[in-house]
Structures are given as structure tokens and as C-alpha cells.
């Protein structure tokens, strides 16, 4: 077998952990996307002089974390949530990334499905783009600290001291996650049914039932959001909500955390991709409720999620 054919065949299944690894370095699945495939380039060139000092996983981690931090010098900017910097600190806003991706990943344990929660990415993006890879691939990738100091080319006292800062920077802007449920939870599940009925018959007692008192809306990219039941509420009535048979909304999940897709009828008649919504619900007072309402107001992330653009 040519050595670059014993390439493709063995570097093939790692591609899932390695587009994971870049959605959390990056924050957006298309640009992790497009840097695993130059991942998977530059190893196919350089394979044949590849020495094997290191596991092919972990070289290949290290083409794949350069090539990262190479993109995150020179990227465009979007404004984080409220609540997240000052709001004009040129951090990204992360994309949602479907649960596929991480279950068809061999790291995918509890803890690496944390990982990549919306509010854990968005305080994610308050890290150094060196102090960011060095917390990923120590915490999450679990990689050592010799293993991490040889991929990125520094000490492994240099690694430690990267990750202690890291870590006391997330503990001090990452969010409470008491109480919040996964995307496979009963109840959250239920609860996704009840929203999508909500919607799809325009019925805002129902509606109402599933937000908590404190919930908040976003909806990335654009740099406005609500806050408190009665400001979303409000701006639901008025900008989201349609007359009966104007919407569909399908059930997914992303970023393990229960989503929806929204389909939107259109001035040709056309039932089109719309948003993808992510809900981050909560047990509060014996009763799961939505916290959180982010809204993608992007319909070419629907590919992403295996849905067709209109329907």
C-alpha cells in the first residue's frame, strides 16, 4: 500500500475528535470544518516523512491546533452576549455544533460534551488563543503536560502555568451550570415538544408556561438581546410569532443541549430553513424551564444538522 493511501486509511478516524477540537478553539463548526480538511491536506503531504516520535493522533492534533492559532490571528469579530466582556471586546460569538458530531466521536464522554455548551464556549472565548489550546488539550483532549509542551513547542513548566492561568480565568467568567440538562434528559425533551406545539399553533399562554421568570434571549450575530419573561415575551409576540400553519419547527440538539430547527414560510409560499434555536433549560423550583433561548438566525448551519433548506 502507497505510504500516502496508509495515511488516509489510518488518520480516517480521527476526523470527528479533530473537527470537535477546532469547533472549540474556533467557536464555529464551518471554519472547523475547513481546517480539519487542511489538516488532513498537510498530513497527506507530510506523512511520508512522518517519524512516528509521536502517535499519529497526536501529530495530528498538533497540525490541526497550529493551524488554529494561525486562523485566530487575522478573523472577523462578533459581539458576545450581555453579560460576556464589555461587548465590544472583538470576541467571536460560537456557532452550534449538532450532537452528531459528538457522538460520532470516540472522545465522546460526559465531560467532553460539557465542553461544548454554549455558555462554556462563550467563556471559552474570554481565554488567550495559546492559554484557550492549552486548556483544551490538557482538560478535555487529555493530553499530558510533555505531550502538550512538544505539540505546541514549548516546556511542560510553560504548559502548567498556562493551564493554572487558564483555569482560574474560566472559573471567574464561566456561568453557573447547576441544574442544567442535557439534551437526552426526559423532561427536556418533553419540554422541546411543548415549545415546538407552542409556536406552530401561536399559543403564548403555552409559550409562557416553559420560560423561567429570568430567561434570556439572544440571537447571534446580531449584538441585541433580552432579558426577564416579559421583555422576551414581548419580542416574541411581536417579531416571532405567525399565524397557525406559517411554521414548523423540528426537534435536534446541539452542543448537548435539546435545539430546534425553524422553518419559516417566506413571500413565495415556501416553507424555508430559518434559525436554529438552542435551549438551555434548567431545574429550578421541581420544574425544568427554559433559561436561556439562543437563536442562530442562520439558515446555512441546517446542512450541518443533516436538514434540508426548505421543506
Request: proline share 6%; glycine share 4%; hydrophobic share 45%.
Amino acid at each position: 500500500m502507497p505510504v500516502q493511501d496508509e495515511f488516509i486509511e489510518q488518520a480516517a478516524p480521527y476526523r470527528a475528535e479533530l473537527i470537535a477540537h477546532c469547533y472549540r478553539m474556533l467557536g464555529s463548526l464551518h471554519d472547523a470544518e475547513d481546517l480539519v480538511q487542511e489538516t488532513y491536506l498537510r498530513g497527506w503531504r507530510g506523512y511520508p516523512a512522518f517519524e512516528e516520535r509521536a502517535t499519529l493522533r497526536t501529530w495530528l492534533y498538533r497540525i490541526a491546533t497550529t493551524a488554529c492559532l494561525r486562523a485566530m490571528e487575522n478573523r472577523g469579530r462578533r459581539v458576545l452576549p450581555a453579560g460576556v466582556g464589555d461587548g465590544s471586546d472583538g470576541h467571536e460569538w460560537p456557532e452550534p455544533i449538532p450532537d452528531t458530531y459528538m457522538s460520532e466521536s470516540p472522545e465522546a464522554s460526559v465531560a467532553v460534551r460539557h465542553s461544548v455548551r454554549l455558555a462554556v464556549m462563550i467563556a471559552l472565548q474570554e481565554l488567550p488563543a495559546r492559554q484557550r489550546a492549552v486548556l483544551i488539550l490538557r482538560d478535555v483532549v487529555q493530553f499530558s503536560a510533555a505531550e502538550v509542551a512538544e505539540l505546541l513547542q514549548t516546556t511542560p513548566a510553560a504548559v502548567n502555568s498556562s493551564l493554572q492561568r487558564a483555569r482560574a480565568r474560566l472559573a471567574e467568567v464561566a456561568p453557573d451550570e447547576d441544574g442544567v440538562t442535557e439534551s437526552d434528559d426526559a423532561q427536556s425533551r418533553e419540554l422541546v415538544d411543548r415549545y415546538c406545539a407552542a409556536f406552530e399553533n401561536s399559543d403564548m399562554a403555552a409559550l409562557t408556561e416553559l420560560l423561567q421568570d429570568d430567561i434570556k434571549l439572544e440571537m447571534p450575530p446580531m449584538p441585541m438581546w433580552f432579558e426577564g419573561r416579559d421583555a422576551v415575551l414581548g419580542f416574541l409576540r411581536e417579531r416571532a410569532f405567525a399565524k397557525r400553519g406559517d411554521l414548523v419547527m423540528v426537534p435536534t440538539s446541539a452542543n448537548g443541549q435539546p435545539a430546534v430547527a425553524e422553518y419559516r414560510r417566506n413571500a413565495d409560499n415556501i416553507m424555508a430553513a430559518h434559525s436554529i434555536q438552542v435551549l438551555t433549560c434548567r431545574l429550578k423550583d421541581r420544574a425544568v424551564g427554559i433559561a436561556v433561548l439562543t437563536v442562530f438566525l442562520d439558515p446555512t448551519l441546517f446542512a450541518a444538522f443533516g436538514l434540508p433548506p426548505t421543506r
